[in-house]
């Protein structure tokens, strides 16, 4: 299985996985990620509140769109950081202020179709994402 590139092909495919095959196609997500260097992983970039360490950087293009390294401890948190970022990558940071990340994700329906642990860091991880999009928006 090959890991979609956009989110509306990641919900397409998504759509007909039994329950196994959305966790294989999470994990799959996860292992697409470009990697994130070690020294990158520090306090600094820990997204609190997750059950899993979830790290995530973020990077200024020189257009302006921002481009973000994530990584986590465990593969299906990694896969839905992945999903996360779907949403957001390469973007303005007045595009991702402006999109509704949690909106974005509902069709996944990720509370029903995981854990609670799996899935109760997802709000501080696009809270994260927003704050450092307006931070980027407000330097101009």
Known sequence: MTAPTTLAETLEEYEFLDADDRYRLLIDLGRALEPMPDPLKTDATLVRGCSASVWVYPTRRDDGRLHFLADSNAAITKGIIALVLLTVQDRTPAEIVATDIADALAPFDLKNQLSSNRTQGIPNMIALIRAT???????G
């Open 133 to 139: 999009a307006e931070r980027y928006g407000a330097e």
